[in-house]
């Protein structure tokens, strides 16, 4: 993976990358649901669910916002040179726009909207995440993120 300054990253807002494809499966589902305890019928019970409108279980939404360091790190976005360490500073904005049925296929499209420097060696940057679904032309989500890097 390509690796830039933090100040050739700010030169790139506007760009968008995306990751690889990666099928969400009812065990990822499930796995999830185990880890916060979120065991609602039409994530775990595929039965119940397909007498839902979703026809099948559906991944969580907060599931999918979970993987955006998962799709981020197999996207094609340049990494930070010399970055220490990244955190997540939070979020402007947070939509769940479609379900995702389990089994499907999904992949982060990655838009830069900010990176600018707060002080020496400490960077913030603010993307557009979305989740998009093969073979849907609307993503089942849309978040503003804001990252923090230190140089």
Known sequence: MAEITAADMAA???SVWRSD???????????FADAT????????????AA?????????HGFLLLSLMPRLAAASDQPRIAGARMQV???GNRTRFLTPVRSGARIRGRF???AMEEKRS?????????AVEVDGSDK??????WISQFFT
Not at 121 to 129: D, I, P, S, V
Not at 139 to 144: F, S
Request: net charge negative; glycine share 10%.
């Open 51 to 59: 007498a839902t409108p979703f026809g099948g279980t559906i991944a």
């Open 88 to 90: 997540n500073y939070g």
């Open 121 to 129: 060696g400490q960077w913030q940057q603010t993307t557009e995440y």
């Open 12 to 14: 790139q807002v506007g």
């Open 37 to 48: 305890g979120d065991r609602q019928f039409i994530h775990v019970d595929p039965e119940a």
């Open 139 to 144: 993503p089942a989500l849309v978040a503003e």
């Open 111 to 113: 838009t830069l909207l």
């Open 21 to 31: 494809w990666i099928v969400l499966d009812q065990a990822m589902i499930d796995a």
